[in-house]
């Protein structure tokens, strides 16, 4: 029998659930405001059915963060077993207004050029990462089925609290899309005096600037809700500039060069895909039956800059205790340990069989 699921919003990025969804056998029902968007929908198959499923394990809100909440709260009650997370790009706000442990803010980091439903793939997912925030209310067995989820689109899970994700996301997508769109904006205001401008505009600058070809009706929406961390990196931003602008213009190329050979060691430095399955070992971490306590390790684990590529929880058949057994780098395992026993764990390790 398939598993049920809902994707609320059809767009690219529920498009992309839907199909990734169906791909792994899922029974997927579509919900949006526009009838022309779910009819689109069952023609691309990202989709089997239009409407709620009382009977969904899972429902992804996948709209403009304005509306999450009261499409969350909806949810919930259209599907009172299930789970429910959503996509948006902005969390604290959203997680504030939800007070339910079915209920876990989630952010997939992937995206495209394209608009809708249209432009939506199986494969969005394949190793980007996606966002968690669960909270205190949060319980163990509701983030393990929405990990395991996400992790079987290609995904890798990152576990965050909604405020540190959303400090972080200004760095890394927000500010990086103004800049983009501000600075399209200072080429396309020069090609009106300079017509060989836009020309030149190829190698770094389509490189730099492609996220501003993306969809622009989901912004206003991410910067109001996100508005204090997007304003703070917005000030660091400026701030650097000075500085570099400053270096410039007093000719000091030590400085400029120490800049610019930091910048790249950083960029060079980036984590890329998973490593070969003889670079992971097993850590094994006993866990008493409570809430909380998965989502309390991921997160620690998320701090300490150790990513789990795998998780199995092993229920005790005496007791209340589980082992959370964990997949992580070997070279990374000594610091995972080391935190989870700073925290009270007890964790060993072996080799993967």
């Not at 689109?40 to 499923?53: F, M, N, T, Y």
């Not at 599907?79 to 996509?87: E, F, I, K, M, N």
């Not at 992971?280 to 866990?287: D, G, K, N, T």
Request: proline residues 5%; glycine residues 8%.
């Amino acid at each position: 029998m398939s598993r049920r699921a809902t994707v609320v919003g059809v767009g690219l990025i529920g498009g992309s659930i839907g199909l990734a969804l169906r791909e792994k056998g899922w029974h997927v029902s579509g919900v949006d405001l526009n009838p022309a968007h779910l009819n689109r929908a069952l023609e691309l198959e990202a989709i089997d059915a239009i409407g709620w499923d009382s009977e969904a394990e899972i429902t992804f809100i996948a709209t403009p963060v304005s509306t999450v909440a009261t499409l969350v709260e909806e949810a919930l009650e259209k599907s009172p077993l299930g789970v429910v997370t959503d996509a948006g790009s902005v969390k604290h706000p959203i997680v504030q207004q939800i007070k339910d442990k079915r209920f876990i803010g989630g952010h997939p980091m992937a995206g495209s050029e394209q608009e809708g439903v249209d432009g939506a793939t199986a494969t969005m997912f394949i190793d980007t990462n996606w966002v968690l925030t669960p909270t205190e209310l949060t319980e163990d067995q509701e983030f393990a089925i929405i990990r395991e989820v996400v992790t079987s689109f290609g995904a890798e899970v990152v576990t965050l609290s909604p405020e540190r994700h959303d400090a972080l996301v200004a760095t890394v997508s927000h500010v990086p899309h103004l800049t983009a769109a501000t600075l399209m904006g200072l080429a396309s205001a020069q090609s009106e005096e300079h017509y060989a401008v836009l020309r030149l505009a190829a190698g770094g600058f389509r490189d730099m600037t492609r996220v501003a070809a993306g969809n622009p009706s989901i912004w206003p929406d991410i910067c109001k809700e996100n508005s204090e961390a997007i304003t703070d990196v917005l000030d660091d931003l400026i701030e650097g500039l000075s500085h570099v602008r400053n270096e410039i213009a007093k000719e000091d190329k030590e400085a400029l060069l120490k800049r610019l050979e930091t910048a790249r060691q950083a960029r060079v430095s980036l984590p890329t895909g998973a490593p070969r399955s003889s670079e992971l070992i097993e850590v094994r971490v006993p866990i008493p039956d409570r809430k909380g306590e998965l989502a309390a390790i991921f997160a620690l684990a998320t701090d300490l800059d150790v990513n789990i590529y795998d998780l199995e929880i092993a229920h005790s058949s005496e007791g209340d205790k589980g082992v959370a057994v964990l997949i992580v780098e070997t070279s990374l395992s000594e610091r995972l340990q080391g935190g989870l026993m700073a925290n009270g764990y007890r964790p060993t390790s072996q080799p993967l069989a």
